[in-house]
């Protein structure tokens, strides 16, 4: 049940991200927000752990902040193969990407806080 509504959280975190970001849209079907959160989903399931293990050193020495390097990685990604698929999320600027990724690291962390 928890990875439920963590799936959900990550999902109304994108949608948050798509709105509140100048430079990102999403022109498709709703549903692909829950894809979005099921990726995400998965991978701060099973690979977190393991990022986290392996950028320790890294994010001692920038005060955690390494794990919005991660994040903003992972959402460059999204997008570069959301563009590619024809889904409907896009980012006008590398700027909007950095935004969207910082905005996605912080909305989803609230937002799972309440299901932890």
Do not use: C, H
């Amino acid at each position: 049940m928890g990875l439920l509504l963590r799936i959900a959280g990550n999902a109304m975190a994108a949608w948050f991200t798509v709105w509140f970001v100048p430079g990102l849209s999403f022109t498709g079907d709703w549903w692909w927000f829950a894809v979005f959160g099921l990726v995400i989903g998965l991978v701060n399931a099973y690979i977190k752990p393991a990022t986290k293990m392996l950028t320790l050193p890294l994010r001692i020495l920038t005060l955690g902040l390494f794990t919005v390097v991660v994040n903003v990685t992972l959402m460059v990604v999204l997008i570069w193969v959301a563009q590619a698929a024809d889904i409907g999320f896009n980012s006008d600027s590398l700027l909007a990407t950095l935004l969207g990724g910082l905005a996605l690291t912080v909305s989803a962390s609230i937002l799972n806080r309440f299901v932890e």
